[in-house]
């Protein structure tokens, strides 16, 4: 399975972009998908979460701002980002909590996008 980010880019103060993160390849199932970022010379933190049941949660840096939405159908997930801050620059990695099985088991495992880069000018 392949996660395939893009939307990043430049961006002045109060601005909006919309990111997208699709999967492809053999997958049975999706649990929760979320976006994370990285900001030069620190760690990466959860941007926001959407569950399989579509419940959301959100840094309280975003919260308001930012939204988060998925499509199942396509193995997507959206972010949507408004009122950007300088303070919002940082490369945007996408998340799959991706599910397969063994019998009737089922295993959980993650996979990574490859990290688009949004940049907000002062």
């Known amino acids: 399975v392949q996660l395939q980010a893009s939307g990043g880019g430049l961006v002045q103060a109060g601005g909006s972009l919309r990111l997208s993160c699709a999967a492809s390849g053999s997958i049975f199932d999706i649990n929760a998908v979320g976006w994370y970022r990285q900001a030069p010379g620190k760690e990466r933190e959860l941007v926001a979460v959407?569950?399989?049941?579509?419940?959301?949660n959100y840094a309280d840096s975003v919260r308001g701002r930012f939204t988060i939405s998925r499509d199942n159908a396509k193995n997507a997930v959206y972010l949507q980002m408004n009122s950007l801050k300088p303070e919002d620059t940082a490369i945007y990695y996408c998340?799959?909590?991706?599910?397969?099985?063994?019998?009737?088991?089922?295993?959980?495992?993650?996979?990574w996008g490859q990290g688009t880069l949004v940049t907000v000018s002062s």
């Open positions: 959407i569950t399989g049941g579509g419940s959301t």
């Open positions: 998340n799959f909590k991706l599910v397969t099985h063994k019998g009737w088991t089922r295993y959980e495992y993650d996979r």
